[in-house]
Antibody
């Protein structure tokens, strides 16, 4: 059974940092591109970032470029999102999601999400 | 960035109705269009990928069509479990983008 388990969310002040983790199991993690998608309270889905299966390529939404860094450790089956210079508008549930394979196409599996709240 | 526009933003329908949701891309995306269903408090679930391919395990009540800039998601006969919010998503190029969502409510 595929499982994606996010952790690391919480309350942080504007300008602060958080590191999200996503522990994957039940599939060949190193063969899948991965992503983070967020959803602000009561709002729609927003793609945040993606990383290739090898970790050699990363992609970011303009809204987080230069502030967020996506990485992965295939030996630990874990995805990371380092979030710096956080803003109120980054408040959202952050979902870890896997693509269908090597390609960055559609999201096949989703974690349950971790809530990030940016507030003073 | 490619903008995805869904219509309508919400609709009310009855059980048994045929429902169509439209998604328009701001430029051609070939058939790189995917549809998701999200119920309140739940994670999204892929229904259709590559415009018209039904995800394994998804009921055949759902179908997708279109290419280029215009796409549709059709529910052939609305069932109680289909009341949810539906999102389209383009996978033609990064940044990937979603439509704003269409909420399907009970009439």
């Amino acid at each position: 059974e595929v499982q994606l388990l996010e952790s690391g969310g919480g309350l942080v002040q504007p300008g602060g940092s958080l590191r999200l983790s996503c522990a994957a199991s039940g599939f060949a993690f190193s063969s899948y591109a991965m992503s983070w998608v967020r959803q602000a309270p009561g709002k729609g889905l927003e793609w945040v970032s993606a990383i290739s299966a090898s970790g050699g390529s990363t992609y970011y939404a303009d809204s987080v470029k230069g502030r967020f860094t996506l990485s992965r450790d295939n030996s630990k089956n874990t995805l990371y999102l380092q979030m710096n210079s956080l803003r109120a508008e980054d408040t959202a549930v952050y979902f870890c999601a896997s693509y269908s394979g090597y390609d960055i196409d559609y999201f096949d599996y989703w974690g349950q999400g971790t809530l990030v709240t940016v507030s003073s | 960035d490619i903008q995805m526009t869904q219509s309508p933003s919400s609709l009310s329908a009855s059980v048994g109705d045929r429902v169509t949701i439209t998604c328009r891309a701001s430029q051609s995306i070939s058939d790189s269009l995917n549809w998701y269903q999200q119920k309140p408090g739940k994670v999204p679930k892929v229904l259709i990928y590559t415009a018209s391919r039904l995800q394994s395990g998804v009921t055949s009540r759902f179908s997708g069509s279109g290419s280029g800039t215009d796409f549709t998601l059709t529910i052939s006969s609305l069932q109680p479990e289909d009341f949810a919010t539906y999102y389209c998503q383009q996978s033609y190029t990064t940044p990937l983008t979603f439509g704003q969502g269409t909420k399907v409510e009970i009439k």
